[in-house]
């Protein structure tokens, strides 16, 4: 069962979603301010509206651990709100939110499980003990921080107060976690049925409001008619523990028996109005402006997604349909249509694939604290640099990006960067650096961490490769390309020393795994004495692809449009071949390579003739070459396709195959990766 409360389920999803944006946000303020001399104000009233909207949120879900935890944290920043001159130890106050911060997610992400809550106590005794050290009181002392020192409220029985109005007092129960929200309902139902004058504490919108109400009880000022049925409404109010008429210290006990004078007579008429606090009777607004923003679930998203997918296969399915081909009617009409019906789905498929772009951003930032944790172990001092973090890419590439992120940031600063001895004796004087950058190239996202650190030695790594059994032929054979690739192997580590961060070989190689379940790759580079580059390249959509597809030797295949230049017939005098036997063509005065797919894909009865077959220009991955196949059928969108596990023996995405789709008159069409594929070969020897 899970921590929260039944019949909190839908209201769940909603918690954990801005918790953890709140959290995320009390992270990014924490990571900026804690070197600096002193934290703004503007910064210590986030944080102490931050943690007053988790307490009051998970009080809501009856998260009381959560809630109470919170809870200490706003009270040390009320104390640093209420006095900026007081002194405390600003390492040890941010290692306290730091850890705050954390049990917080931790809790967060065990919401569902079948567990108890998680006790809080000796944190919540460590933050209360540093706010009386702060306070110069005792260290035991755990008392309330709010701002009033009395039991009372100043200015609650004035002596010109009118005759007519009456004072009455609501205490709430201690189990009563939100009680300035309890009072302003408690006060829109006395709005019906009298007129509330004034309320201590008087903004109950205030951060401190609920505390106030706890400490001193809430006082509702008003007229009536019906004393009565007022304190009877308040005596019913939810997590109402007393509720009873309030009267002045000095009155005498029968005063309360006074008769009470008929209420139309007071206030008079003529007299100006005394302006009402904003809480007292809630008000329409002037103007009311329509809500911009909603939230969604990202299910809903993702099926929206698939919708667009499977309408966009229909589509291709009707349009080229081997029916309309045999049926001897005009069809300029459903031609004209079905064009118009494309240009609706382009759209549709735009707007939903909008809707779910975020900024890359929401990844990156969290770095920050693996990096600032880092640091206080290791003590390295990298400093974490962004670049491109503006932009956007679809919600589930971000959602894929976080853990291989954090273990190729992880490595960056356990492996790469060297200790500040040794950076200071190898003549190292620019800072260590980690940079995580982000942008587009083709139809790609290209994520890439680099560091300026001691970079990787390809004998060092073929000689531990060596060690561990991992070749598979002659040292003298493995390009740089290939040794790299061994540190993403499964049980391949280059530290000596393991550490908590990294140093068993586990993580890189599931990373590599994860990435590439996805469409994504990983390319390692890195030059020794100067640092290292980790790359990531994800297709910007998961599903939905532009492509033109060609037949070769009556096979199926579908090119990305976006790697496609131009698309050609080739005439006898542009095709070269040198004295290896490799094969070039001319275009506009440059000679680029040729590759036959019927070769590539070993398919014997295709267009052998280059004069005959139909050219495609193609450029991806800095390499570009001309590839040949039969003819060109149709350019079209198509739904991409993992393929099936049971293909997982074959080397499918090392010969350029990204995936399979379903064209639209049933037959599968083999999605290439233009990247991969032109990279099996090596242009310089014309292979």
């Known amino acids: 069962m899970p921590k929260f409360e039944s019949g909190m389920e839908n209201m769940a999803d909603m918690f954990v979603f801005e918790t953890g944006d709140l959290l995320e946000k009390l992270d990014e303020i924490l990571m900026r301010t804690e070197q600096e001399d002193s934290i703004s104000s503007d910064d210590i009233n986030e944080i102490f509206r931050t943690m007053h909207t988790i307490k009051g949120s998970a009080a809501m879900m009856s998260m009381h651990n959560m809630s109470t935890l919170a809870h200490s944290v706003e009270d040390l920043f009320y104390i640093i709100r209420e006095d900026p001159t007081v002194k405390y130890d600003k390492p040890a106050l941010y290692e306290l939110l730091f850890s705050a911060s954390d049990n917080l997610k931790s809790e967060l992400d065990s919401l569902y499980d079948d567990a108890p809550l998680t006790d809080f106590s000796e944190l919540e005794n460590k933050i209360h003990a540093f706010a009386a050290t702060m306070k110069g009181q005792p260290a035991t002392d755990s008392s309330d921080t709010s701002s009033a020192d009395t039991n009372t409220y100043e200015g609650l029985f004035p002596d010109d107060e009118k005759e007519g109005v009456l004072t009455y007092k609501v205490t709430y129960s201690e189990s009563c976690a939100m009680p300035d929200m309890r009072a302003l309902v408690l006060l829109r139902a006395l709005g019906k049925m009298c007129e509330v004058i004034k309320t201590f504490p008087e903004d109950l919108d205030a951060d401190n409001a609920g505390d106030e109400i706890s400490k001193k009880g809430l006082y509702i000022k008003l007229i009536t008619d019906d004393p009565n049925g007022v304190l009877d409404l308040m005596k019913n109010a939810v997590n109402v523990d007393k509720a009873e008429q309030a009267k002045k210290p000095e009155q005498p006990a029968n005063a309360a028996k006074k008769p009470q004078p008929a209420q139309k007579s007071a206030p008079e008429k003529s007299a100006p109005k005394p302006a009402q606090p904003a809480n007292a009777v809630p008000k329409k607004p002037a103007e009311k402006h329509e809500q911009s923003m909603i939230s969604v679930k990202l299910d809903k998203l993702n099926r929206l997604l698939d919708l667009v997918a499977e309408i966009v296969i229909t589509e291709g399915s009707v349009i080229s349909s081997p029916d309309l081909k045999k049926a001897e009617i005009n069809l300029d009409r459903f031609n004209k249509s079905s064009r118009e019906l494309k240009k609706l789905t382009d759209e549709l498929q735009d707007v939903v694939m909008s809707i779910r772009m975020v900024p890359v951003s929401t990844a990156f930032q969290k770095m920050n604290r693996v990096v600032r944790d880092m640091n206080q172990k290791l003590k390295k001092n990298v400093t974490l640099v962004f670049e491109g973090q503006e932009t956007e890419v679809d ?154 597809s060609v037949d070769v030797g009556g096979e199926n295949f579908s090119l990305p449009v976006s790697a496609v230049s131009e698309a050609f017939s080739c005439k006898a005098e542009s095709f070269i071949t040198d004295p290896e036997g490799n094969e070039f063509i001319m275009l506009r005065e440059k000679c680029l390579p040729l590759i036959r797919m019927s070769d590539h894909f070993d398919i014997p009865n295709a267009e052998k003739d280059v004069t005959k077959g139909i050219m495609l220009c193609c450029k991806d991955g800095g390499k570009e070459a001309v590839l040949m196949a039969d003819r060109i059928t149709v350019d079209q969108q198509v739904v991409v396709k993992p393929f099936s596990p049971l293909l997982d023996a074959y080397p499918l995405k090392e010969s350029g195959m990204a995936g399979c789709s379903v064209l639209g008159d049933g037959s599968i069409t083999i999605i290439l990766d233009m990247k991969e594929f032109l990279g099996n070969y090596d242009f310089r020897k014309g292979e």
């Not at 960056?412 to 001895?421: L, Q, T």
């Not at 290209?446 to 004998?459: H, K, L, P, Q, Y």
């Not at 740089?480 to 690739?485: A, G, L, Q, R, V």
């Open 395 to 548: 919600k589930s590439i971000v959602d894929i990006l976080n853990d291989p992120l954090m273990h190729i940031v992880r490595n960056a600063v356990d492996h790469g960067i060297e200790d500040p001895e040794v950076r200071a004796k190898a003549g190292k004087t620019e800072p260590a650096t980690v940079t995580l950058s982000a942008g587009y190239d083709s139809n790609e996202v290209v994520i890439s961490c680099r560091d300026n650190g001691a970079g990787m030695d390809t004998a060092k790594l073929m000689a531990k490769a060596k060690k561990n059994g991992m070749l598979t032929k002659p040292e003298n054979e493995y390009t740089d390309k290939e040794i790299f690739n061994f540190v993403v192997a499964a049980g391949f580590s280059t530290n000596d020393k393991i550490t908590e961060y990294s140093g068993r070989g586990v993580g890189m190689d599931v990373v590599k795994k994860n990435l590439e379940k996805v469409g994504g790759k990983l390319y390692v580079d890195s030059k020794f004495g100067e640092g290292s580059v980790f790359t990531i390249r994800i297709p910007l959509s998961l599903s939905i692809l532009d492509v033109l």
